[in-house]
């Protein structure tokens, strides 16, 4: 059984920097996909960012290209996000989400793409 754990999250200043972590157990990590997904109050889970299972492709959505960069480090099981310059309106829970990487890669741009989630993490951003 994959179990993915979100660290990171809290407070932050708009125009600040936020990294966040994703640590994945069971499975063979390198097999997976890895995406991010937030979502706010009253509003559906979207889309933030994937890395392939490689590391060496990802993909984002327009809303945050540019501001976001993710990464991953396959001996230690993790996966990074790191957002510069955020604003208020990027405050929302963060989830990561992993699945085995059968298809091409921008294929797990989607929520139902994944089976294995995390419990989220709360990225609050002040203006």
């Known amino acids: 059984q994959v179990q993915l754990v979100e660290f990171g999250g809290g407070l932050v200043q708009a125009g600040d920097s936020l990294r966040l972590s994703c640590q994945v157990s069971g499975g063979t990590f390198s097999d997976y996909v890895v995406g991010w997904f937030r979502q706010a109050p009253g509003k559906e889970r979207e889309f933030v960012g994937l890395i392939a299972r490689s590391g060496l492709s990802t993909h984002y959505p327009d809303s945050v290209k540019g501001r976001v960069a993710l990464s991953r480090d396959n001996a230690k099981n993790i996966v990074y996000l790191q957002m510069n310059r955020p604003k208020p309106e990027d405050t929302a829970v963060y989830y990561c989400?992993?699945?085995?990487?059968?298809?091409?890669?921008?294929?797990?741009?989607?929520?139902?793409?994944?089976?294995?989630w995390g419990q989220g993490t709360q990225v609050t951003v002040s203006s």
């Open positions: 989400a992993a699945q085995r990487e059968v298809y091409y890669y921008t294929y797990y741009s989607q929520v139902s793409r994944y089976d294995y």
